[in-house]
């Protein structure tokens, strides 16, 4: 089996519909996919009703959440998306992201960059505008040539010239709140130091002790020894650990698949959750 636990559509800030991305998913190969957008369940319906024969899907989110001043990403996958608690807690997120978003174009525009407000609005179209979006915009204005190059010191790196702080989760009360909806929570590339400053280790032995079920792993932004690294740390805090693509479509030169999660790591994510369960395809797998 093919397993990619990481994926957004046009309901965050990726360029597949989440139809399309389903389609792609299975062209690429593979078994299982996670739609796992920023904040948000909005994508669910349309890929569950695109779901081609063979694909099971995973439904799930990304929580932004902070600690200590530092912003980092959590993915929870197969949680009850109507529990009140953790809706409310992710609507909250998502009605910040537009008045962030407006922050961080005017930052740019008092930096000298004649980006307007309306071309930020169309990229994101429907889509829970982040900063990918602003991103996609500076590489149209020529400022920068790839999304991945705005997201530095310069730009829009955590910290960054550009950079505005929006409502993110504590990190402690996410995973409270996912395991209450019976879900099951990643931490999503934990070492990705090219995105701004990084959660410490200690921080993740505390999320293990609140109940944290693994951590990603296999990610393009982390390197061979990083990743030998966090499989050590999660052998010692017994952590499941995961690989996944973090696919965007198009906005980012990452492939479905091009990371994938073992099957018994999956396995293990289905029989730990309760709130829901994957969703076969018209002959798809459900579990493993």
């Known amino acids: 089996m093919r397993i990619d636990l990481h994926t957004h559509s046009t309901a965050s800030d990726g360029t597949d519909s989440p139809a399309v991305l389903v389609r792609n998913a299975a062209a690429a190969g593979l078994d299982v996919v996670a739609l796992t957008d920023h904040d948000t369940v909005r994508g669910h319906a349309e890929a569950i009703a695109a779901l081609p024969e063979g694909l099971a899907l995973v439904t799930g989110a990304e929580l932004s959440c902070r600690i200590d001043g530092v912003s980092m990403h959590l993915l929870a996958y197969l949680f009850d998306p109507d529990e009140p608690e953790l809706a409310r807690e992710r609507e909250l997120v998502r009605d910040d992201r537009v008045p962030r978003a407006r922050t961080m174009v005017r930052k740019l525009q008092n930096l000298g960059v004649p980006i307007e407000w309306e071309r930020v609005a169309r990229i994101a179209g429907d889509g829970s505008v982040g900063r990918p979006h602003i991103a996609t915009a500076l590489v149209e204005l020529g400022v ?7 997201f530095t010191p310069e730009w829009l790196a955590n910290g960054g010239r550009a950079y505005a702080e929006k409502h993110e989760l504590d990190p402690f009360d996410a995973i ?31 999320f293990a002790a609140a109940g944290l079920d693994g951590i990603e792993v296999d990610h393009m932004d982390h390197d061979e020894p990083t990743r030998a690294r966090l499989r050590g740390l999660a052998r010692e805090l017994g952590l499941l650990t995961t690989g996944s693509s973090d696919y965007h479509g198009s906005r980012k030169p990452v492939a479905l698949g091009a990371y994938t999660t073992d099957p018994e790591i999956y396995g293990e994510i289905t029989r730990r959750a309760t709130g829901a369960f994957p969703v076969p395809g018209a002959g798809g797998p459900l579990r493993t």
């Open 144 to 150: 920068v040539e790839t999304v991945s190059d705005a």
């Open 176 to 206: 409270r709140l996912v395991k209450a909806a019976g879900g099951v929570t990643v931490f999503a590339h934990p070492a990705a130091v090219k995105r701004g400053e990084v959660v410490p280790e200690s921080s993740i032995a505390r």
